[in-house]
């Protein structure tokens, strides 16, 4: 079965800073990768998606992610954060029919 | 129009009730889940449903019993509650199995078991 990491669980800063969450996978076969987002009190929402192509999708929001298959990774961006993008990230890993997620980074924007 | 519907959005109930929660889906989806977010928000998925045939099933207490009337449904009914039942419950679906199909959310059941 994949397994899914995410770093650095809380992660604090201003607003107008860049911001990368790192999101590292295990699995041998073929895979999908998404990052979801979940704000307060809300349900998870997908913010993108990387399915084949280009390894650099571009999502809502101004949220991009790389995905990087020699380092089992698909870290996510954002060059300039807004108070708004304080939330919950989950980077998940689907194969085998199994959708497995990340433990999660807690983003808080400070204005 | 919500795509994936849940009910009820907040739930609290003594411990050793028996309760359910009912999902519902009108994207034409033939796969539902369901997931559970732990006080850490840690997501994990419990069930999986194609076609009201039941295709996962982690490791999950037998208390836990899906039930799929229909594809566009996949109700969780839960018995002989525990205070660590205490969760956000996601209700899921997706259009087949294959990994490319995105699986989209519905707003999460909050339980509260006291």
């Known amino acids: 079965a994949q397994s899914v990491s995410q770093h650095n669980h809380h992660v604090i800063l201003s607003e107008a800073a860049s911001l990368e969450l790192g999101c590292n996978y295990s699995?041998?076969?073929?895979?999908?990768l998404f990052w979801y987002v979940q704000y307060p009190g809300q349900h998870l929402q997908l913010l993108l998606k990387y399915f084949s192509g280009d390894p650099l999708v571009k999502g809502i929001k101004g949220f991009e992610a790389e995905f990087i298959k020699s380092k089992f990774s698909f870290n996510l961006r954002k060059p300039s954060v807004q108070w708004s993008d304080t939330a919950e990230y989950f980077c998940a890993v689907r194969g085998n029919n199994r959708l497995a997620f990340g433990k999660g980074n807690q983003v808080v924007v400070i204005p | 129009d919500t795509a994936v519907s849940q009910t009820p959005k907040y739930l609290v109930t003594q411990m050793g009730n028996d309760k359910s929660i009912k999902c519902e889906q009108n994207?034409?989806?033939?796969?539902m889940y369901w997931y559970k977010q732990d006080s850490k928000k840690f997501l994990k998925i419990m069930f999986s449903?194609?076609?009201?045939?039941?295709?996962i099933n982690e490791t999950v207490p037998n208390r836990f019993s899906p039930k799929s009337p229909d594809k566009a449904h996949l109700n969780l009914h839960i018995n002989s509650l525990e205070l660590g039942d205490s969760a956000v419950y996601f209700c899921?679906?997706?259009?087949?199995?294959?990994?490319?199909?995105?699986?989209?959310f519905g707003e999460g059941s909050w339980l509260t078991v006291v």
């Open positions: 699995y041998g076969g073929t895979v999908n």
């Open positions: 899921a679906s997706s259009l087949g199995q294959a990994s490319g199909n995105t699986i989209y």
């Open positions: 994207l034409g989806h033939d796969t």
């Open positions: 449903y194609n076609n009201k045939e039941l295709i």
